[in-house]
C-alpha cells in the first residue's frame, strides 16, 4: 500500500496578505495604513507567519527592515497568487460582459508585422472584442487590464510565460558622409553611438563580437523606441543599430549605407541577438480565448510578415 506524503500545512490566508503588502512597502507602519491596522497587528502577523514556516522573513536595522533570502524567494510566490486572485476576480465580475481580450505589443511589432496579419487576426476570435494597445513598457498585466503583451529585448522576464515570436536583428548603419570616414571597426568607438533605452547590452554585445575595445567614455545617446533611432541615424547624429527590415529600405535608398558591410553581426551568439517576445503570466492561459490567441501568435511564421 502506496502512502500519500501528507501535504505541507498552509499559512493563514491573511498573514500572507499582511506579508504581501509589507513586501510592497518595505515598511510595517505604510503596510498597517494600507491594511487600515495598527503596525503592531502587522507585526504580529509577521510573526505569525515565521512561526508557520519556521524561517526568518524580516530582518529589522533601526527603523528600517530588510528581506531574508527566504522572504524574497517567498514573495515571488505571493505575488503570484494575489495576481491570479485579482484576475479571477476581474473575470468573473465581467463575465456577464462581452469577451473580450486585451493585447499590449511593441509599436514596431504592431506595424511590421501584426498589422499585415489583420485580417487573419479578426477572424480567429470574430465574437471578441480585441483591443490593442502600444505601450512600449512591460505593462502591469492586473492595473493595465492586459491579457498578454509582446516585448521586445532577450526573453529574461521570469515569473511570466515568454515564447520568441520572431528575432529582431541588426544592422549597424550611418548616413554616407559618416561612412566615408569610417575604414575599420575601431573607427566606431569615435562616433555618437545611437543606442535603445530598453537594453544597455546591445552595443557592447555587439562591440565584443567585433572586438573592439569599449570608448572609456559613454558617447551614445538612447531613444525609447526603434523609430526614433532611425530617424536619428537618417539625420546624421551618429551611428545606429536599424532593425533589418528597415535597415533594407534605407539602404537600397541610399538614404543609409553599413560601413562595415550587411553581414558585420552574422554569427553572433543566439543569446545576443534580440527579439520579440510573447510574455503572458500562465494563469491567463486557462482562459479559452486568451489561449486561442496565444497559440494563434505563437504559431505564426513572423519572418515573412505574410499572412500564413
Known amino acids: 500500500m502506496s502512502v500519500v506524503p501528507a501535504r505541507p500545512r498552509l499559512p493563514p490566508l491573511n498573514a500572507l496578505r499582511v506579508f504581501h503588502s509589507v513586501v510592497q512597502h518595505k515598511s510595517l507602519r505604510r503596510a498597517a495604513d494600507e491594511?487600515?491596522?495598527?503596525?503592531?497587528?502587522?507585526?504580529?502577523?509577521?510573526?505569525?507567519?515565521?512561526?508557520?514556516?519556521?524561517?526568518?522573513?524580516?530582518?529589522?536595522?533601526?527603523?528600517?527592515i530588510e528581506l531574508t533570502e527566504q522572504a524574497i524567494l517567498l514573495s515571488h510566490y505571493v505575488k503570484a497568487g494575489f495576481d491570479e486572485f485579482a484576475e479571477g476576480?476581474?473575470?468573473?465580475?465581467?463575465?456577464?460582459q462581452r469577451d473580450r481580450i486585451n493585447l499590449n505589443?511593441?509599436?514596431?511589432?504592431?506595424?511590421?508585422?501584426?498589422?499585415?496579419?489583420?485580417?487573419?487576426?479578426?477572424?480567429?476570435?470574430?465574437?471578441?472584442?480585441i483591443r490593442i494597445t502600444t505601450m512600449i513598457d512591460m505593462p502591469d498585466f492586473g492595473r493595465?487590464?492586459?491579457?498578454?503583451?509582446?516585448?521586445?529585448?532577450?526573453?529574461?522576464?521570469p515569473g511570466y510565460e515568454a515564447r520568441l515570436l520572431v528575432e529582431d536583428p541588426k544592422i549597424i548603419c550611418c548616413t554616407p558622409a559618416i561612412a566615408t570616414q569610417i575604414s575599420s571597426v575601431s573607427d566606431l568607438s569615435r562616433f555618437t553611438l545611437l543606442d535603445t533605452a530598453k537594453s544597455k547590452r546591445l552595443w557592447p554585445d555587439?562591440?565584443?563580437?567585433?572586438?573592439?575595445?569599449?570608448?572609456?567614455?559613454?558617447?551614445?545617446v538612447?531613444?525609447?523606441d526603434a523609430a526614433t533611432m532611425r530617424r536619428a541615424a537618417l539625420q546624421g547624429i551618429g551611428i545606429g543599430l536599424v532593425s533589418l527590415l528597415d535597415a533594407e529600405e534605407d539602404l537600397n535608398s541610399g538614404n543609409l549605407v553599413a560601413p562595415l558591410g550587411r553581414d558585420a553581426l552574422i554569427g553572433m551568439p543566439q543569446d545576443e541577438i534580440p527579439g520579440f517576445y510573447l510574455i503572458v503570466p500562465r494563469g491567463h492561459l486557462r482562459i479559452r480565448g486568451v489561449a486561442m490567441l496565444h497559440r494563434w501568435l505563437v504559431q505564426q511564421q513572423w519572418r515573412s510578415r505574410s499572412s500564413s
Open 89 to 96: 476576480v476581474r473575470r468573473v465580475a465581467k463575465s456577464g
Open 105 to 129: 505589443a511593441s509599436p514596431y511589432f504592431v506595424t511590421h508585422y501584426l498589422l499585415p496579419r489583420l485580417s487573419d487576426f479578426r477572424e480567429l476570435l470574430s465574437g471578441a472584442d
Open 222 to 224: 538612447s531613444f525609447d
Open 206 to 220: 555587439i562591440l565584443r563580437h567585433l572586438d573592439v575595445d569599449q570608448p572609456t567614455a559613454d558617447r551614445s
Open 144 to 157: 493595465d487590464e492586459i491579457d498578454m503583451t509582446v516585448q521586445w529585448g532577450y526573453g529574461d522576464w
Open 35 to 64: 491594511l487600515s491596522v495598527t503596525p503592531q497587528a502587522v507585526g504580529q502577523q509577521i510573526k505569525l507567519l515565521e512561526e508557520t514556516l519556521q524561517v526568518k522573513l524580516l530582518e529589522r536595522r533601526g527603523r528600517t
